[in-house]
């Protein structure tokens, strides 16, 4: 089945620091999808990609969807500590749209 | 707003017993997921539905039923809950078009 690869698990960052982490599927997708988790809360939609080689940004954070549709970043630059939490890539399958979802990204943001 | 809710925020069981989550959305939206999240692990689909009364297993359904008799309410069902079942449990449900999924709060389970 299809699979999709999230690295790294955690990273820590000092505030002002970038941070980027990275998507891997195991097939082609049909979008990808970023969801945002604060601790202690639960995932929140941030953006979707379609398109092959597709780059859209929100702010300070950068979405990259590779040209073969098969891998997925997140870039943010300069760093706040309301960017802590788990961030999460989503590949999309089948007809009722399930979410293959990587295992995450645990951002960490020091004063 | 979309709204998405859940039975229970904290819920402890016994090994053997049966527990219900229920899930409720405020959208229509015709789809709605079950996930577990355990650290390191990501969310796990156990199953989702994409009709009332239509419903399909996910990646780990093993343990687990669910029930969606209206289309606003998808339950999972523990007919007999298991320490290894200890877990987040989330739900979601999207809309056809879209794709964009919109979570509940989550039950934290622990089976004792």
């Known amino acids: 089945g299809q699979q999709v690869m999230q690295i790294p698990q955690y990273q820590h960052v000092q505030e002002g620091e970038d941070f980027t982490t990275y998507c891997n599927s195991s097939t082609t997708l049909s979008n990808i999808q970023w969801y945002k988790q604060r601790p202690g809360g639960h995932p929140v939609f941030l953006i979707q990609?379609?398109?092959?080689?597709e780059v859209k940004k929100q702010k300070r954070l950068t979405f990259q969807f590779g040209e073969a549709k098969k891998n997925s970043s997140l870039h943010i630059t300069a760093t706040q500590t309301t960017d802590v939490g788990t961030y999460f890539c989503?590949?999309?399958?089948?007809?009722?749209?399930?979410?293959?979802f990587g295992s995450g990204t645990q951002l960490t943001v020091l004063p | 707003d979309v709204k998405v809710t859940q039975s229970s925020r904290y819920l402890v069981k016994r090994t053997g017993e049966k527990v219900f989550l229920e899930c409720v959305q405020d959208m229509d939206h015709e789809n709605m997921f079950w996930y577990r999240q355990d650290p390191g692990l990501g969310l796990r689909l156990i199953y989702f539905s994409y009709d009332v009364k239509m419903k399909e297993k996910g990646d780990i359904p093993e343990g687990y039923s669910v029930s969606r008799e209206k289309k606003e309410r998808f339950s999972l069902i523990l007919e007999s809950a298991s320490t290894n079942q200890t877990s987040m449990y989330l739900c979601?449900?999207?809309?056809?078009?879209?794709?964009?999924?919109?979570f509940g709060p989550g039950t934290r389970l622990t089976v004792l």
């Open positions: 979601a449900s999207g809309g056809a078009v879209s794709g964009t999924q919109y």
């Open positions: 990609l379609v398109k092959s080689g």
């Open positions: 989503a590949g999309e399958r089948g007809s009722a749209r399930q979410l293959t």
